[in-house]
């Protein structure tokens, strides 16, 4: 909630949209009782399309990535629409592709706030 009051303080309409988006989104996932990792009062939101944007303008934003064996489920189930990592040995090499593990949030906060600022021009 705070990186998203952060973008909010940017004052562009853009800015105040996009943040809005992800402290609604943050408020949503606190009420399901969603978290990304051991420490459950943590609900913290990947916003995976604006990253891919971010990287292709700094490559430097994201600090762990592996190439790995992946499929999208697009079969209607549980996992529709879901990135399936797949260890598996006997995977078909040409289903690789690279995932991003770790970013530099503070670098990535930085640029969505310059760019979010562009607006006011």
């Not at 891919?52 to 934003?61: A, D, G, K, R, V």
Request: aromatic letters at 8%; one cysteine or more.
């Amino acid at each position: 909630k705070e990186d998203a009051q952060q973008i909010i303080d940017v004052g562009t309409k853009e800015a105040v949209f996009f943040g809005e988006l992800i402290s609604h989104f943050v408020d949503r996932i606190t009420i399901l009782g969603i978290s990304n990792d051991d420490d459950t009062s943590r609900h913290d939101v990947a916003i995976h399309d604006a990253l891919c944007i971010l990287y292709l303008l700094n490559p430097s934003i994201v600090l762990k990535m592996k190439k790995e064996r992946c499929d999208v489920d697009f079969g209607g189930g549980y996992a529709d629409g879901q990135l399936i990592v797949d260890t598996r040995s006997y995977w078909l090499p040409d289903r690789e592709t690279y995932v991003a593990y770790k970013i530099d949030k503070a670098l990535v906060l930085a640029m969505l706030k310059e760019l979010l600022a562009k607006g006011r021009k």
